[in-house]
Every structure is written in structure tokens, then in C-alpha cells.
């Protein structure tokens, strides 16, 4: 079903005389939608609640940084009516993108992602990449696995999960079995998840982003014992 239906429509005129940006609910709507056509498939997530996540989980080790869901692998999808759906009903809902589909994501310490920005740039290597506010970098890269190919999948889960990241503050990959945040994002302290470069530039090679991202990890001082987590 095409984006522009009654969901989508009705949407887009709430609050159409309110500025645009990522607090409007309409421009939130126009940015999502870009994401679903791309094919990154999305699930509602948690949302910050004061200084709290909007979840019920007593001091909740990820705030506003989770799915609302156990079942978020099976709800994500990129159909943009049900994208409509999940935000009439909770209009201040972040969204979180599964890896390991279409895309994964290397995730490094902002310092070293602004490096490795210029010099992806410098290379002519594209691809969308986020600022999870001023802490940390998304670089959105084509899968290492597919269902064809079942060799090269592996399981995220199987070394961190969203709720130990901070335990692991160097470069991280997310693919099979993860997922991240999604432009746009609201967090507790006030900040965003934002694009620098959108969901409709194509995907590169994770692994020519890898090289770039490990040597800029390692200028910066971005690393623990091992240059790079997946999970």
C-alpha cells in the first residue's frame, strides 16, 4: 500500500502549522518514511519519560534506546501504513532499525567517527550515518549476511546486547540479531539521534568502512582489548 493512503495522509496534517523538524510529528513521520524506503525495517521503541524511559523496567539500563517489544524482530518491517498505525498510537515513540537484513551498523565514539566522516568523504565512500547525540556515530553499511549466504551470518546477541554497550566503548557491529536507534530519536538528556547523511544514500562495503573506522578508533584512543565488538 502506497505511503500516501488515509494513514499517512491524515498524519501529515496533525499539526501542519507547527515548524518542521524532529519534534514536529509530520516532519517525524516524512524522515521514518524515508528510512522504510530504503528498506530498513523498523519497530517502535521506548521514549524518554522526564529524565526516565517511558518503560516500566525499574532503572532501565538503556533509556529510550529499546525496543517496546520482545517480539521487535517480528514486528519490524518497512510497511509505512503500519509505521502510521504504531505512531497514532504513541505519537512520541522512538524507532529502532533490526540489523542483519538490509543493513548493519558500525557504531564508534563520535570523535573517531567525525575522523573517519572526513575521510570517508575524501574517498568518495557513501552511505547514511547518525549522530546518536554527542556521543557516538552511526555508520550504516550493506549486510555481511544473507539468507543465501548463510556463512557469513552471525548472532549479535551472542557477545552484547543494547543493555551492556557501555561496557564496551570502543567500535561495535551491529548485525544479526541487533538493532539501533533511528533518526529521529529523542534521549533523556535532552539530546538527539539525528542524520548527517541520509537514509538514501547507498550502502558501501562494511568492510572498507571497517578499515576506516578501526584506524580512526585507534588515533583517538577509542579502544579496549579488542579493536571491535560485534553486538
Known amino acids: 500500500m502506497e505511503a500516501g493512503s488515509r494513514w499517512t495522509t491524515w498524519w501529515q496534517k496533525r499539526d501542519r502549522q507547527r515548524p518542521g523538524g524532529a519534534d514536529n510529528p ?68 522512538n524507532f529502532v532499525t533490526a540489523t542483519g537484513r538490509v543493513h548493519d551498523v558500525l557504531d564508534v565514539p563520535a570523535e573517531a567517527g567525525r575522523l573517519a566522516l572526513e575521510r570517508l568523504t575524501a574517498l568518495g565512500v557513501e552511505g547514511p550515518v547518525a549522530a546518536v547525540g554527542e556521543d557516538r556515530y552511526l555508520f550504516f553499511t550493506a549486510t555481511r549476511g544473507t539468507p543465501q549466504d548463510e556463512d557469513e551470518w552471525w548472532d549479535s546477541a551472542l557477545d552484547s546486547t543494547p543493555d551492556t554497550v557501555s561496557e564496551h566503548p570502543g567500535l561495535r557491529w551491529h548485525c544479526r540479531g541487533s538493532y539501533t536507534l533511528l533518526p529521529p530519536a529523542a534521549l533523556p538528556d535532552g539530546s538527539q539521534v539525528r542524520w548527517l547523511r541520509g537514509p538514501e544514500q547507498p550502502l558501501p562495503d562494511p568492510l572498507r568502512v571497517l578499515d576506516v573506522l578501526t584506524d580512526a578508533c585507534t588515533e583517538v584512543g577509542a579502544v579496549a582489548e579488542e579493536q571491535w565488538l560485534i553486538g
Not at 518491517?77 to 504513541?90: G, H, M
Open 26 to 93: 509530520a516532519a517525524r513521520l516524512d524522515q521514518l518514511l524515508g528510512a522504510v524506503r530504503a528498506g530498513f525495517p523498523l519497530a517502535p521503541a521506548a521514549h524518554p519519560a522526564g529524565y526516565r524511559c517511558s518503560c516500566d523496567r525499574v532503572a532501565c539500563p538503556a533509556p529510550a534506546r529499546h525496543p517496546v517489544s520482545f517480539a521487535w524482530q517480528t514486528q519490524a518491517t518497512t510497511d509505512p501504513e503500519q509505521l502510521s498505525r504504531w505512531l497514532s498510537r504513541d505519537p512520541q515513540a
